[in-house]
Nanobody, 120 residues
Framework: QVQLVESGGGLVQAGGSLRLSCAAS????????MGWFRQAPGKEREFVGA??????SPYYADSVKGRFTMSRDKNTVYLQMNSLKPEDTAVYYC???????????????WGQGTQVTVSP
């Protein structure tokens, strides 16, 4: 099992930027995929993006493509969020799953989430 802890959320004005961090510990495998998801109040958790543990093959949802960027440094995965919009407001979660995983059900380990609020 992999333990994940998100941080870096907060309040930002539209057009601003935030960088989320996901610290991984425990049984981390080199062939894992790391994913980012978000959930707004009253809505289902949706896919944001995913990368392999090595940092290759990044894949982004159309809603964030060109604005969000994923990366990894040592045991921490990052989600750089630029040009934020009010509709980006949600609790953001990181997750770990098998190599190549992109769907929510493919990920077996989840963090507790960090709140991102974007004001108009």
């Amino acid at each position: 099992q992999v333990q994940l802890v998100e941080s870096g959320g907060g309040l930002v004005q539209a057009g601003g930027s935030l960088r989320l961090s996901c610290a991984a510990s425990g049984r981390t495998f080199r062939n894992y995929n790391m994913g980012w998801f978000r959930q707004a109040p009253g809505k289902e958790r949706e896919f944001v993006g995913a990368i392999s543990w090595s940092g290759g093959s990044p894949y982004y949802a159309d809603s964030v493509k060109g604005r969000f960027t994923m990366s990894r440094d040592k045991n921490t995965v990052y989600l750089q969020m630029n040009s934020l919009k009010p509709e980006d407001t949600a609790v953001y979660y990181c997750a770990a799953g098998p190599l190549g995983a992109t769907g929510r059900t493919d990920f077996g380990s989840w963090g507790q989430g960090t709140q991102v609020t974007v004001s108009p």
